[in-house]
């Protein structure tokens, strides 16, 4: 019985090495995965809540100041790579929030973009001429997915609003309605999607840009019943609390 016992006990203690071992090499096999770096982690992080700040513009209870600060800690985060590539998408990233939301200053151009556009592959190029509504048949290819079927009935000179429509991305969708306009490709069903779109959302800084284009639009037609209704939109729009 001793031995019987001793034996039962030498197998337990090996089948324990064995589960050991067992786990190291799972660990081992888990590892071979590098991690996301830190600084991709930092810089996607500070991107999502600046763009959120941006456009839900609340300045009453979120200072402008918020959102600017998110932005200096996202630049922060990709400089310690030293690519101007990756600085670039974080600038085109956040002008798009900018140009959806018909920033006279970003509609021009991308300034945070501007200084490293010397260093920017094609893509990046392509996309920059897509949110000012410049991009060519030749760039539609180069675009993320989302924006290609727009962008190539954009560069055609006939964009279709089922086309906007149709687009599951809130931003993606500001941002391509955006681009009609620069292009002067937008329909007042456009513009209406447009705010709608940033209606649905609680966006409220492109819908008050967007409101805006829709006012214009209502004036310059003499609806001055849809003129009304559009002004107690931006009424309320405007309060915050």
Same mark, same amino acid.
């Given at each position: 019985?001793?031995?019987?016992?001793? @034996?039962?006990?030498?197998?337990?203690?090996?089948?324990?090495?064995?589960?050991?071992?067992?786990?190291? $090499?799972? *660990?081992?096999?888990?590892?071979?995965?590098?991690?996301?770096?830190?600084?991709?982690?930092? /810089?996607?992080?500070?991107?999502?809540?600046?763009?959120?700040?941006?456009?839900?513009?609340?300045?009453?209870?979120?200072?402008?100041?918020?959102?600017?600060?998110?932005?200096?800690?996202?630049?922060?985060?990709?400089?310690?790579?030293?690519?101007?590539?990756?600085?670039?998408?974080?600038?085109?990233?956040?002008?798009? /929030?900018? $140009?959806?939301?018909?920033?006279?200053?970003?509609?021009?151009?991308?300034?945070?973009?501007?200084?490293?556009?010397?260093? !920017?592959?094609?893509?990046?190029?392509?996309?920059?001429?897509?949110?000012?509504?410049?991009?060519?048949?030749?760039?539609?290819?180069?675009?993320?997915?989302?924006?290609?079927?727009?962008?190539?009935?954009?560069?055609?000179?006939?964009?279709?609003?089922?086309? *906007? /429509?149709?687009?599951?991305?809130?931003?993606?969708?500001?941002?391509?309605?955006?681009?009609?306009?620069?292009?002067?490709?937008?329909?007042?069903?456009?513009?209406?999607?447009?705010?709608? @779109?940033?209606?649905?959302?609680?966006?409220?800084?492109?819908?008050?840009?967007?409101?805006?284009?829709?006012?214009?639009?209502?004036?310059?037609?003499?609806?001055?019943?849809?003129?009304? !209704?559009?002004?107690?939109?931006?009424?309320?729009?405007?309060?915050?609390?």
């Amino acid at each position: 019985m001793r031995l019987i016992h001793k @034996t039962a006990w030498v197998c337990l203690l090996f089948a324990a090495k064995l589960a050991m071992i067992a786990a190291i $090499v799972a *660990l081992g096999g888990c590892s071979s995965t590098p991690p996301t770096p830190q600084w991709q982690i930092d /810089a996607s992080d500070s991107l999502r809540r600046a763009t959120e700040s941006y456009l839900e513009g609340r300045v009453k209870n979120i200072p402008v100041q918020v959102f600017e600060a998110d932005m200096k800690r996202a630049r922060e985060s990709v400089s310690a790579t030293g690519r101007p590539a990756q600085l670039g998408r974080i600038e085109l990233a956040f002008c798009a /929030a900018q $140009v959806a939301s018909l920033d006279a200053k970003a509609l021009d151009q991308c300034a945070g973009f501007a200084s490293v556009r010397n260093d !920017a592959p094609l893509a990046d190029l392509a996309y920059e001429r897509h949110l000012h509504g410049r991009a060519s048949p030749a760039d539609v290819e180069a675009l993320p997915e989302q924006h290609r079927a727009a962008a190539a009935q954009l560069a055609s000179g006939s964009l279709k609003f089922e086309t *906007l /429509a149709a687009m599951p991305d809130a931003l993606s969708r500001l941002v391509a309605a955006a681009a009609a306009l620069q292009a002067k490709q937008a329909s007042p069903a456009i513009v209406n999607l447009a705010v709608e @779109t940033a209606s649905q959302q609680g966006w409220r800084r492109p819908l008050l840009a967007w409101l805006g284009v829709q006012l214009k639009l209502a004036q310059a037609a003499n609806d001055a019943p849809a003129a009304t !209704a559009i002004e107690r939109r931006i009424q309320i729009a405007s309060t915050t609390r």
